[in-house]
């Protein structure tokens, strides 16, 4: 069983930055796929972006060149560092990690970009 514990989230103006952080318990993190996802208010779940085990990063078209995700496997957590916000941002931002046979989801952190 993995837990994952999101945090970071919060109310910044147009323009801002936020760091997500997302801490997983367990041995195997290292193992893991870890993503971002969001999901805004009357939309689907959407990646924002990932990180293999390996280190190897996949970015959505919305965060490219604005969004940065990171993993440090010894403190077991994934980062997403957000930069130039948007109010289109503005969504419920969630944790995943992926195994081999299973999936897990954090609680989610709310950004919310507004003026």
């Known amino acids: 069983q993995v837990q994952l514990v999101e945090s970071g989230g919060g109310l910044v103006q147009p323009g801002g930055s936020l760091r997500l952080s997302c801490a997983a318990s367990?041995?195997?993190?290292?193992?893991?796929?870890m993503g971002w996802y969001r999901q805004a208010p009357g939309k689907q779940r959407e990646l924002v972006a990932d990180v293999t085990s390996g280190g190897s990063t996949n970015y959505a078209d919305s965060g490219k060149g604005r969004f940065t995700i990171s993993r440090d496997n010894a403190k077991n957590t994934v980062y997403l560092q957000m930069n130039s916000l948007k109010p289109e941002d503005t969504a419920v931002y969630y944790c995943?990690?992926?195994?081999?046979?299973?999936?897990?989801w954090g609680q989610g952190t709310q950004v919310t970009v507004s003026s």
């Open positions: 995943k990690a992926q195994g081999a046979f299973l999936i897990y």
């Open positions: 367990g041995s195997i993190f290292s193992s893991y796929t």
